[in-house]
């Protein structure tokens, strides 16, 4: 175990990629104190990706890309416009509602960020909001993606937990739409603070609504399609991404008609290369998470933490405040991997229904995607927005705020997570 984790953790410190992180303590944990053959790693990494289920990752990612470059991202923007943006601190309003409904569709929060922030930053500038502020907000509003479906995370924290990834994926809604809610309610109570710069907002007309969505119609089946074939039975997860990616090709390149045959390749090229990413992290953290559990760390920790309480309520804050600081590290797929396969059982012995404490180790870790020195969406937005990442978080706090507490509502109140399945499964 020493072999395992410390080696994990002195790679991870030295600024090793996580994905040879992981492989190389493995196989020194192996050799140093085990008798298992060598050959047992590429039966570990074969066994890791060896799932149907997992086929989901690169169909999701390439549809995230393709609604990305085909014109879905702008028409979203236009109809959260027509829906919030006669609200005070509009654009803060826009760009949380636009990250929602990005998320119903991609699976990516650093897609779904960058995206939004090429969009609204700006405008946010023009209109002289305060730009730091607008980065870390278009960054909490990206990290959705990992909580609304069709999360990544999510998928792969259902095969992990070996759920079912429709009620992973119902559960997620909710807390989804919460979170949004409470980015929303933030914002507005700053910007009603904040100056003329927020109080310079469009009326709501019924017409304006009416268009944008109309324009943005056929992006919208693409979710529907997605959570209503996957609830409803008609096909598996995977079939869902497969649909999905036919769905937003017909409706980019036929509909839309702004995404053209060349463009094809370089799409398809990146999302072969972020799905590897992905890929490849699943197979290294499979033989890491191995060599974990024979060497009896899920066993150590268990009798650990019976020892500290015996109350689920505190066995939840201890494992949200595991799971936050680990997030602010390490990447979320490769967390879920090492941790949820040691913390569920013990969840379980606590009463914990697997679905409820998917979808809190979901949003803990889409928290983790807006504060350094992992934060990737915070990073991305300030990228995008032209400032240092010290500068946007300073301003973390508001959005940050936010999501803790939905947290402390999604972890304390199990029908948060757990109404949606319960009625439609």
Do not use: H
């Not at 790679?11 to 140093?32: D, H």
């Not at 999701?60 to 014109?71: D, H, N, R, T």
């Not at 469009?202 to 304006?208: D, I, N, Q």
């Not at 602010?328 to 490769?334: A, K, P, Q």
């Amino acid at each position: 175990m020493i072999w395992a984790g410390g080696g994990f953790l002195v790679l991870l410190i030295s600024g090793t990629p996580i994905v040879l992180a992981l492989g190389i303590a493995a196989l020194l944990a192996i050799e140093l104190t085990t008798t298992a053959p060598i050959s047992i790693v590429a039966q570990r990494v074969y066994g890791g990706i060896s799932s149907f289920t997992l086929m989901a990752i690169p169909f999701f990612v390439a549809s995230g890309l393709l609604m990305e470059a085909g014109g879905i991202a702008r028409r979203f923007v236009n109809l959260a416009s027509a829906l919030v943006g006669w609200i005070t601190g509009s654009l803060y309003m826009v760009s949380i509602v636009t990250g929602t409904g990005l998320a119903a569709i991609s699976g990516s929060g650093s897609a779904d960020t960058a995206a939004i922030s090429a969009v609204m930053t700006p405008e946010m500038r023009k209109r002289r909001y305060d730009i730091d502020l607008a980065s870390a907000v278009i960054a909490a509003s990206g990290s959705l993606a990992s909580i609304i479906p069709p999360s990544i995370v999510m998928i792969v924290i259902a095969i992990t937990s070996n759920q079912s990834i429709g009620a992973m994926f119902l559960g997620g809604i909710v807390p989804g739409l919460l979170v949004m809610t409470g980015l929303m309610v933030g914002c507005w109570l700053y910007a009603k603070r904040g100056g003329d710069a927020y109080r310079d907002q469009e009326a709501f007309t019924l017409e304006r609504l009416r268009k944008g969505f109309i324009d943005a119609a056929p992006g919208l089946l693409v979710p529907i399609v997605i959570i209503g074939g996957i609830v409803g039975g008609i096909f598996t997860a995977t079939e869902a991404a497969c649909v999905a990616l036919f769905t937003t090709l017909i409706v980019t390149m036929f509909i839309y008609r702004e995404l053209k045959p060349r463009d094809l390749p370089r799409i398809l090229l990146k999302a072969i290369s972020l799905s590897a990413t992905v890929l490849i992290i699943i197979a290294t953290a499979s033989v890491f998470t191995w060599i974990i559990a024979t060497q009896g760390f899920p066993a150590m920790l268990k009798d650990w933490l019976t020892g500290v309480t015996d109350n689920p309520i505190v066995f939840l804050l201890i494992v949200n405040l595991l799971l936050l600081v680990v997030g602010m590290f390490m990447e979320s797929i490769s967390a879920v991997l090492i941790l949820l396969p040691i913390l569920l059982p013990m969840a379980s012995s606590y009463g914990i229904n697997p679905v409820q404490f998917g979808v809190i180790t979901a949003l803990n870790l889409s928290i983790g995607l807006i504060t350094p020195p992992y934060g990737i969406c915070l990073y991305v937005a300030s990228t995008v927005a032209g400032r240092r990442i010290e500068q946007v978080s300073r301003k973390v706090w508001l959005p940050l705020g936010c999501m803790l507490v939905a947290l402390m509502l999604v972890t304390f109140v199990p029908a948060i997570s757990l109404w949606l399945p319960s009625v439609l499964l």
